[in-house]
């Protein structure tokens, strides 16, 4: 159906599009505004980087009703999002808090047009799928070389993030929080969770294109990026890092394994053997990684075992169709449930931050989502035989993975910077995935 009213609409505007410098080049304007989006998120506020995706969104609508050959396909697991997304509008309609939900709907549908809008462009022009990637590499390589400097300069905590009570003045971590806004060490962890995967694609991508000066000069700067997700001192990137790295190594056996197997096991052993040394060799580090097993004895983690606790009685209050979206709303119903002392911006775990805003069946609807998009994207890194292909799926695979892993102890992936990268590592798996369909 919407097929067909698309159709007409193109054969209505037929006259204008042939008649159009700036239709007959939106897509060019449109991957200009995708990575604008992407750029701006390393310094811009939230509004702005909104606002620049509403603009995405809107190029893309006006491609689709006049650009001819234009039409809207979907993969399977992308049902799993319509509703998703259908349990947002029903949740937002039942909310007691209308207007605040309302404003925390108006974000969900940014993100999601975002994704509409890369995912409807890339299915066309799949050839942009490296430098769409390279981009995201880029901003992310960049935040990593201000996040290495910064280190140096130990820059003073903006607020409390770390309990320092039990500590020595030498086990003190020094806390980079880059360049993104609002300033956070957690909120630049999970940035560096979101892009790292693709600062080391490229170098991988690059080395199979035989451009081995610039591979060399991509893993450099993963090596930089890494050194400065560690510095953010945030645990749950450590956590992402861990299953990011597990991820690597696993879907690098598919080139590795059967020729170089104890070169690949030297590098494994390697790698776990110089992550053991860093960590043993630094007091502040060794100080901030033992301190996730701390469990109540860290305050930061009786914090969160708190807010736990005062989210799942919110969530058993409103199993069905949760509190509505948003953090304004979340905050408002949240006093009534909190603990003295231990206000909270969100429940600081991402599945249990969807149930209790949208309900059990958004959370169930959500996971259906990224198990359809990772199930698609393992089947072609599993099936294909194309190495550059492989890279560029399991770019977004490892991506999305790393994040899930972080969103079990955080919930800054709701924050632009890195909803951004997240829909763009999606979009990624659709088109690829739609054309392995069409090939088959």
């Not at 993100?111 to 995912?119: K, R």
């Not at 070389?145 to 003045?169: C, K, M, R, Y």
């Not at 030498?170 to 957690?186: A, H």
């Not at 953090?327 to 429940?347: C, P, V």
């Amino acid at each position: 159906m919407f097929n067909s009213i698309i159709k007409f609409t193109q054969e209505k505007l037929n006259f204008l599009y042939k008649n159009s410098l700036f239709l007959q080049h939106i897509d060019k304007i449109i991957l200009l505004f995708i990575c604008a989006v992407l750029l701006t998120s390393t310094f811009m506020n939230s509004d702005s980087i909104g606002f620049l995706a509403l603009i995405t969104l809107f190029l893309t609508v006006v491609k689709i009703l006049t650009t001819p050959e234009q039409r809207l396909t979907a993969n399977r697991f992308e049902t799993w999002l319509v509703a998703y997304f259908m349990i947002v509008i029903i949740s937002l309609a039942g909310s007691t808090l209308f207007m605040y939900s309302l404003k925390g709907f108006f974000k969900t549908l940014t993100y999601l047009g975002f994704y509409f809008s890369v995912a409807q462009y890339l299915k066309y022009n799949r050839e942009k799928i490296p430098f769409l990637i390279g981009v995201i590499a880029f901003c992310t390589g960049f935040e990593g070389i201000v996040g290495f400097l910064q280190n140096f300069a130990h820059p003073e905590a903006i607020s409390t993030w770390q309990d320092t009570s039990s500590l020595n003045p030498e086990q003190v971590m020094t806390r980079i929080y880059g360049s993104l806004k609002p300033y956070n060490p957690n909120l630049l962890g999970g940035y560096f969770v979101a892009g790292l995967p693709a600062v080391f694609g490229m170098s991988a991508y690059n080395f199979i294109k035989k451009s081995y000066n610039t591979a060399i000069l991509w893993l450099v700067m993963a090596f930089i990026t890494t050194i400065a997700l560690v510095s953010t001192g945030c645990r749950g990137s450590y956590l992402a890092l861990i299953g990011m790295l597990g991820m690597m190594f696993l879907i690098s056996a598919k080139f590795l394994w059967k020729t170089y197997k104890k070169i690949y096991f030297s590098i494994a052993g390697a790698v776990v053997a110089l992550g053991t040394l860093a960590v043993m060799s630094s007091s502040s580090l060794r100080a901030r990684v033992f301190s996730i097993f701390a469990m109540r004895s860290d305050s930061s983690n009786s914090f969160r075992f708190n807010v736990y606790q005062s989210s799942l009685q919110m969530l058993k209050d409103n199993f069905l169709l949760g509190i509505g979206v948003g953090n304004q709303n979340f905050r408002e119903i949240y006093g009534l449930y909190m603990k003295t002392g231990f206000d909270a911006l969100s429940t600081y775990n991402i599945y249990l931050e969807i149930a209790v805003e949208s309900g059990i069946f958004a959370l169930i609807t959500f996971l259906g989502f990224l198990f359809g998009a990772l199930h698609k994207a393992f089947k072609i890194i599993i099936n294909s035989q194309d190495a550059q292909k492989i890279i560029l799926i399991s770019i977004a695979a490892v991506s999305i993975i790393g994040l899930m892993i972080h969103g079990i102890v955080d919930t800054v992936f709701f924050r632009p910077q890195i909803q951004f990268i997240f829909w763009a590592m999606i979009a990624v798996i659709t088109a690829v995935e739609i054309h392995a369909e069409s090939t088959n």
